[in-house]
């Protein structure tokens, strides 16, 4: 006698918690040679697929890491010229910005193609790399650029201003020295204008600040030299040429502060999407990693070693 019978209900139940734990993964979990180990076509024809994905995702992601390159090169360029050009030269925003846009296209390739290999290798027991790589970042980056346009030009107006604001305090006080009071006291009115235009950019630089001060100094002491040498009061020009003496001793300090806020003013203008660009080059970079390390896994599953 077999003995007596399990009520339906329950040898259902139990099957469907059996399948339950399968479907888990539990008992799939123990098979790490994958769903094709028992069938050797089966599992050599994984394998080949596994490495045909995989060459073709390096490939792709040579492809990204090139035109992210690229966009990188192309938009250090036009930092750079944000940062020591005379003027904003706009073609290498516009460079940078196409470049950095068409990269979006090779890293979404990218992207699906390591996705392809995570679907070879699933078979062999092997898990794949899944980079989030996504081409809109590109694509922001680029706009960023663009954007940055008008800041680069802006910023480029600054270091035009400061640079007029020292050739016309340099300019007065020659003047004063060939005793020429109107001259100096047109190049201060000068001098003048252009601190007005740089004062607004003391908010975000705060550097900026103590440059414009001793600068403000130094200009006024220019105009009471000169009012004074106009005058003919030698008390009067006294005074000022020590006010002079005090405000230039300030002025080391203050260039310092002034190169300081320069160079945080350029970082500014294409900061953001050189980042950017910078963390999807990263990304690629490691995925390109991660599948070196995954072929010499397949190739292992192929039972011929690790890969040379």
């Given amino acids: 006698m077999i003995g007596p019978r399990r009520a339906p209900g329950r040898r259902r139940a139990a099957t469907l918690g059996a399948v339950a734990v399968l479907l888990a993964g539990g008992t799939f979990a123990a098979r790490p040679a994958g769903l094709a180990a028992g069938d050797p076509p089966r599992h050599a024809a994984a ?6 994905a995989i060459d073709g995702a390096e490939h792709a992601l040579d492809e990204a ?12 360029a036009a930092s750079t ?16 910005a196409v470049a950095t846009r ?41 706009d960023g650029i663009e954007a940055a346009t008008a800041a680069a030009e802006g910023f480029a107006g600054l270091r035009g201003d ?26 201060a ?5 252009a601190l007005v235009r740089i004062e607004p950019y003391a908010v975000s630089l705060p550097q900026l600040r103590l440059w414009l001060e001793t600068a403000g100094d130094l200009n006024e002491a220019v105009r009471a030299a000169a009012r004074a040498l106009r005058e003919g009061d030698a008390a009067a020009a006294a005074a000022a040429e020590a006010r002079l003496r005090d405000a230039a001793g300030e002025a080391a300090v203050s260039d310092r502060a002034l190169a300081l806020a320069i160079s945080e ?3 500014r203008v294409l900061g953001t999407p ?30 011929g070693g690790e890969a040379t």
């Fill in 47 to 52: 394998v080949t697929d596994a490495l045909a």
């Fill in 65 to 76: 890491a090139s035109a992210l390159a690229g966009a990188i090169d192309a938009a250090r």
């Fill in 81 to 96: 010229n944000a940062f020591t050009g005379e003027t904003v030269n706009g073609s290498l925003f516009t460079a940078a």
């Fill in 102 to 142: 068409a990269a979006a296209g090779p890293v979404d390739e990218a992207r699906m193609a390591v996705g392809r290999v995570a679907q070879r290798t699933a078979a062999l027991g092997l898990e794949a790399p899944r980079p989030a790589l996504d081409g809109s970042r590109a694509v922001a980056a680029g």
């Fill in 162 to 187: 400061t640079a007029l604001a020292l050739d016309e305090l340099a300019g007065a006080v020659d003047d004063l020295g060939r005793g020429d009071h109107a001259a100096a006291l047109g190049a």
């Fill in 189 to 193: 009115d000068r001098v003048d204008e």
């Fill in 265 to 267: 003013g350029a970082s």
């Fill in 274 to 303: 050189l980042g950017q660009l910078g963390r999807l080059a990263r990304e690629v970079a490691d995925a390109q990693d991660a599948l070196v390390a995954l072929r010499r896994a397949v190739v292992a599953r192929a039972g």
